[in-house]
C-alpha cells in the first residue's frame, strides 16, 4: 500500500523557513502528482502546490506563490515543500498526497500522509 509521511513541522518566527518532507514508498513518484495541501482550524482545506515529475511542472496557490517552492528527489521518492518568509496565516497542518495524474492533485484519492503541524508567531 501507498505510504506517505511528512516531516519538518515546527514553530517558527514570521519571517522565518521551514522545510517539509514528503517521503513516500511503495509507489513511484513518477507515476503520480504530489500536491501539498494545508488546513487550519476551522478553515477549509488549501491545495499549496501541485508537483508532476512527469510534466515536470509545478503550481502553487497565490496565497504562497513567490515564498514556498517544491524540490524532488527521486532517489529518496521524497518531496521537499520549502517555505521561506513565512506568515502567521500560514499556521495550519501541512500534508501531502499521490494522486493520478488524472486527478490534477484534487486531493480526492486515498493516499495521504498525516500531516505535520506548522506553526508560525507573529
Known amino acids: 500500500e501507498v505510504q506517505l509521511v511528512e516531516s519538518g513541522g515546527g514553530l517558527v518566527q514570521a519571517g522565518g523557513s521551514l522545510t517539509l518532507s514528503c517521503a513516500g514508498s511503495?509507489?513511484?513518484?513518477?507515476?503520480?502528482?504530489i500536491g501539498w495541501f494545508r488546513q487550519a482550524p476551522g478553515k477549509e482545506r488549501e491545495r499549496v502546490s501541485c508537483f508532476s515529475s512527469r510534466r515536470g511542472s509545478t503550481s502553487y496557490a497565490d496565497s504562497v506563490k513567490g515564498r514556498f517552492t517544491v524540490s524532488s528527489d527521486s532517489a529518496k521518492n521524497t518531496v521537499y515543500l520549502q517555505m521561506n518568509n513565512l506568515k502567521p496565516e500560514d499556521t495550519a497542518v501541512y500534508y501531502c498526497?499521490?494522486?493520478?495524474?488524472?486527478?490534477?492533485?484534487?486531493?480526492?484519492?486515498?493516499?495521504w500522509g498525516r500531516g505535520t503541524q506548522v506553526n508560525v508567531s507573529s
Open positions: 511503495r509507489f513511484t513518484f513518477g507515476d503520480f502528482d
Open positions: 498526497a499521490a494522486d493520478p495524474p488524472h486527478y490534477h492533485c484534487s486531493g480526492l484519492g486515498p493516499w
